[in-house]
C-alpha cells in the first residue's frame, strides 16, 4: 500500500524528498503535482520508497525523532513494535515511515480523482475497483474523513516478469502476470536460493539450474519440467539461449555443453575451467571465461564448432565476475575484483576500449544488466552503510557515463533487469537484517513513477519475459546489394526495395562512401533535411561481425517519417552494382521493427 506524508507548515518540495532520501522528481510523479510551487498546508504525499531508517543518537528521544520527520510518535512507535514507556538506546536502527499507511478522504474527492492522483492506473486508465475491492467498498460512494488505503494497480501491460521466492525447505520459479498482477508458481519445490530463470527468446520455455544443481526446462505454455542435466558445481552456473530457442549453452567440468532442446543432444566443446558461456547474436561464435597458461582468467571467443579460438582481454589481476554480453554483440560488461569492491567495467569489442562506471559512493556495485538495445546498463549500488544498507538503481549508458539514481532499495544489493522496450526496469526491495527481499518493485525510468507488483518472502532473482512473439516472418532476399533479412509476412512488396504494412515499412539502399562507419553514421542521422529529428540518437554495434550502427529517431521527428529508424553496416567487401562500388548497406524500417529485422540481416 501507498504512504502519505501531510504537508505542514514550512515544507518544500524539495525538502520532502531529501528527509526521505528520494528525487523530488520521484515526489512530483508520484503525486502527478502539475506545479510544484501549489502545494498547501494540509495536502497529502504519497511518498516513493526511500531512505526508513535512523540511527539513535545520544539525547535522542521518540519525540524530538518524529519532529525531525514532521511525521506522528504513534507512526514509528507502531513501525518498531516500541512496547510503554516506549525507551530507545543510542545506536539503535529504527525504522522511520514516511507517513500513514491510509489517505484521509477529503470535501470533494471522488475514487476517480483519488485514483489518477496517485498513479492507481491500469492499462492507462484509473483502476478505482483495486481500491474497492482494497478497501471492501461495496459502492463508489465515499465521504470526508474516511480512511482508504491505496493499492498500487498492476500495470495491465503485455508482459510476464519470472521470480524465484520460496522457503527454507525449498524455493520455486514464480511468474507475475503485468496484464492483470495475478502470479503463479511454475515448480514445487525444484528450485535453489540461487536459482535464476532464463527466458528463451521465443517466451515459451524458462531454463534455471535447481536442486542438485539439476538444469530444469520449463515449458511455459503446458507447465511440464524436464531435467537435462546436472553439475558439479550449480551455485551461480550461467546459462545462455540461442537466438532460435533451440540450444542451451552452458558450462560443465571443464567442457562447453551446446544443448539441443529438441535432439536431446549435445556439442561439447573441451575447454579447461570455461564459465560464462554466451551466444553472440550471430549465432555461430560464443564468449567465455577461461584461465590462460599464466592462470589469469581471461575472455575469449571461439566458433560454435569449437574452432576459431580468440583471445580478448589480458588480464593479470583476479577473476571477473557477472560478465555478460551485450545483446548486439558489441560490449562486455563485467565486474571485479570481488564483493567488497565491485566496480563495473565495459570492453567495446571494436575500439578495444575499456571503460569503467563510476556506480555507487562505496564501490559495490551489483547485478549489472544491458538493455535490449545494448544503450544502456542497470545496477544496484550500495550505499549507506551507517543506516543497516540502502542499494540505489542506477542507470548507465554504454560507455558507462550519464549515470543516474532512477529508485532505491532497502536491501544491501539487488537483481534488477529491463523491460523489453527498456522504459522501466524491475527490482527487489523490502529487506530487513533478518531476511532477504519481500518485494518486485517496477520504476519507469523517464517519470520515475514506482509500484510495487509482488510481497512475498524471499524473492531471491527476476527476469523480464521477452517480447512476445506475434508476427509471422518472411525472408528478403536482394542479390544486387548481396544481403537477405526476415520482416513481416504480411508486409506487400512497393518497389524491389520497400515494403510496407499496416504496421510498419522497410526500405534498403547502399552507401558509396569510403569514410568510417562512425562518419558515415553522423552524417545520415544528422542529415540536413533532419529525417530522424534534432536530436537522434547514434548506437554502435555489430552485425554479422562488421561495424554496424542503429539511428533511432528523437520526438521531434516529423510525422511524415513514420517513426524512421536505420540500420547501416559495413559490407565484408564492397559491391558493385552497375559502375558505382559501395562500402555499406543501409536499411531503413519503423523503429518498432528496425531492431527485429536488423538482427536477422546475412550478407549473401
Same mark, same amino acid.
Request: hydrophobic letters at 35%.
Given at each position: 500500500m501507498q504512504t502519505f506524508y501531510t504537508i505542514q507548515s514550512g515544507d518544500t518540495l524539495g525538502a520532502i524528498a531529501n528527509r526521505f532520501g528520494i528525487a523530488t522528481k520521484a515526489l512530483i510523479a508520484a503525486n502527478n503535482i502539475t506545479s510544484p510551487d501549489t502545494i498547501f498546508i494540509g495536502q497529502q504525499l504519497s511518498i516513493p520508497p526511500g531512505i526508513n531508517r535512523y540511527r539513535v543518537k545520544i539525547g535522542d528521544t521518540l519525540y524530538n525523532i518524529a519532529?525531525?520527520?514532521?511525521?506522528?510518535?504513534?507512526?514509528?512507535?507502531?513501525?518498531?513494535?516500541?512496547?510503554?514507556?516506549?525507551?530507545?538506546?543510542?545506536?539503535?536502527?529504527?525504522?522511520?515511515?514516511?507517513?500513514?499507511?491510509? +489517505?484521509?478522504?477529503?470535501?470533494?474527492?471522488?475514487?476517480?480523482?483519488?485514483?489518477?492522483?496517485?498513479?492507481?492506473?491500469?492499462?492507462?486508465?484509473?483502476?478505482?475497483?483495486?481500491?474497492?475491492?482494497?478497501?471492501?467498498?461495496?459502492?463508489?460512494?465515499?465521504?470526508?474523513?474516511?480512511?482508504?488505503?491505496?493499492?498500487?494497480?498492476p500495470l495491465g501491460e503485455d508482459g510476464m516478469i519470472a521470480y524465484t521466492a520460496g522457503q527454507v525447505e525449498g524455493f520455486d520459479i514464480w511468474l507475475y502476470d503485468l496484464a492483470n498482477g495475478n502470479t503463479h508458481k511454475l515448480t514445487n519445490g525444484l528450485g535453489e536460493s540461487s536459482s535464476v530463470p532464463y527466458w528463451s527468446p521465443n517466451r515459451e520455455k524458462i531454463a534455471f539450474v535447481g536442486r542438485n544443481n539439476i538444469i530444469y526446462i520449463i515449458n511455459i505454455s503446458t507447465g511440464s519440467v524436464a531435467q537435462i542435466d546436472q553439475l558439479a558445481e550449480g551455485l551461480g552456473a550461467y546459462l545462455d539461449w540461442s537466438a532460435?530457442?533451440?540450444?542451451?549453452?552452458?558450462?560443465?567440468?571443464?567442457?562447453?555443453?551446446? +544443448?539441443?532442446?529438441?535432439?536431446?543432444?549435445?556439442?561439447?566443446?573441451?575447454?579447461?575451467?570455461?564459465?560464462?558461456?554466451?551466444?553472440?547474436?550471430?549465432?555461430?561464435?560464443?564468449?567465455?571465461?577461461?584461465?590462460?597458461?599464466?592462470?589469469?582468467?581471461?575472455?575469449?571467443?571461439?566458433?560454435?564448432?569449437?574452432?576459431?579460438?580468440?583471445?580478448?582481454?589480458?588480464?593479470?589481476?583476479?577473476?571477473?565476475?557477472n560478465v555478460r554480453l551485450s545483446p548486439n554483440g558489441r560490449y562486455i560488461l563485467y565486474t571485479t575484483p570481488g564483493v567488497s569492491i565491485s566496480i563495473i567495467h565495459i570492453i567495446d569489442l571494436v575500439t578495444g576500449n575499456i571503460f569503467e562506471v563510476e556506480g555507487g559512493p562505496l564501490a559495490k556495485n551489483y547485478f549489472p544488466t544491458w538493455s535490449n538495445d545494448s544503450s544502456s546498463i542497470a545496477f544496484s549500488a550500495t550505499v549507506l552503510e551507517e543506516l543497516g544498507y540502502f542499494s540505489f538503481i542506477r542507470i548507465a549508458n554504454y560507455q558507462g557515463v550519464n549515470e543516474q539514481t532512477i529508485a532505491i532499495s532497502n536491501c544491501f544489493s539487488t537483481p534488477v533487469d529491463w523491460s523489453p522496450n527498456g522504459a522501466k526496469i524491475a527490482y527487489l526491495s523490502g529487506c530487513t537484517t533478518e531476511s532477504f527481499a519481500s518485494e518486485l518493485w517496477v520504476t519507469d525510468i523517464r517519470s520515475q513513477v514506482t509500484r510495487k507488483l509482488v510481497t512475498q518472502p524471499n524473492i531471491m532473482a527476476i527476469k523480464w519475459a521477452p517480447i512476445s512473439p506475434k508476427e509471422t516472418l518472411a525472408t528478403y532476399r536482394n542479390n544486387q546489394f548481396r544481403v537477405q533479412f526476415q520482416y513481416p509476412s504480411h508486409w /506487400?512488396?512497393?518497389?524491389?526495395?520497400?515494403?510496407?504494412?499496416?504496421?510498419?515499412?522497410?526500405?534498403?539502399?547502399?552507401?558509396?562512401?569510403?569514410?568510417?562507419?562512425?562518419?558515415?553514421?553522423?552524417? /545520415?542521422?544528422?542529415?540536413?533535411?533532419?529525417?530522424?529529428?534534432?536530436?537522434?540518437?547514434?548506437?554502435?554495434?555489430?552485425?554479422?561481425?562488421? /561495424?554496424?550502427?542503429?539511428?533511432?529517431?528523437?520526438?521531434?521527428?516529423?510525422?511524415?517519417?513514420?517513426?524512421?529508424?536505420?540500420?547501416?553496416?559495413? +559490407?565484408?567487401?564492397?559491391?558493385?552494382?552497375? /559502375?558505382?562500388?559501395?562500402?555499406?548497406?543501409?536499411?531503413?524500417?519503423?523503429?518498432?521493427?528496425?531492431?527485429?529485422?536488423?538482427s536477422t540481416v546475412r550478407f549473401l
Open positions: 519532529l525531525q520527520f514532521r511525521i506522528p510518535t504513534s507512526v514509528i512507535i507502531q513501525a518498531n513494535n516500541l512496547k510503554a514507556p516506549y525507551t530507545i538506546f543510542p545506536n539503535q536502527l529504527l525504522v522511520i515511515p514516511p507517513g500513514l499507511p491510509f +489517505y484521509m478522504v477529503q470535501p470533494g474527492d471522488t475514487l476517480y480523482q483519488i485514483g489518477l492522483r496517485y498513479n492507481v492506473m491500469t492499462a492507462g486508465r484509473v483502476n478505482t475497483d483495486v481500491i474497492r475491492s482494497t478497501n471492501n467498498l461495496s459502492s463508489t460512494v465515499i465521504y470526508p474523513g474516511m480512511r482508504l488505503m491505496i493499492p498500487y494497480a532460435d530457442s533451440q540450444t542451451l549453452a552452458y558450462a560443465k567440468q571443464n567442457q562447453i555443453m551446446l +544443448y539441443n532442446i529438441n535432439t536431446h543432444r549435445a556439442q561439447i566443446i573441451n575447454q579447461s575451467e570455461a564459465t560464462d558461456v554466451q551466444w553472440f547474436p550471430t549465432g555461430n561464435q560464443l564468449l567465455f571465461q577461461a584461465t590462460d597458461e599464466n592462470g589469469f582468467s581471461q575472455l575469449y571467443r571461439v566458433q560454435a564448432t569449437g574452432t576459431g579460438l580468440t583471445q580478448i582481454t589480458a588480464n593479470t589481476g583476479g577473476r571477473y565476475n /506487400e512488396q512497393i518497389t524491389p526495395e520497400r515494403y510496407e504494412g499496416t504496421n510498419g515499412f522497410f526500405q534498403l539502399a547502399a552507401i558509396s562512401s569510403p569514410a568510417s562507419i562512425d562518419i558515415v553514421c553522423q552524417n /545520415e542521422a544528422n542529415h540536413m533535411l533532419m529525417p530522424y529529428g534534432s536530436d537522434p540518437h547514434i548506437n554502435p554495434t555489430l552485425i554479422q561481425n562488421q /561495424e554496424a550502427c542503429f539511428i533511432y529517431p528523437s520526438s521531434d521527428q516529423p510525422p511524415e517519417m513514420n517513426n524512421q529508424a536505420a540500420l547501416i553496416i559495413r +559490407y565484408p567487401n564492397p559491391i558493385t552494382i552497375g /559502375e558505382d562500388t559501395y562500402q555499406s548497406f543501409i536499411l531503413w524500417a519503423d523503429r518498432k521493427h528496425i531492431n527485429v529485422i536488423g
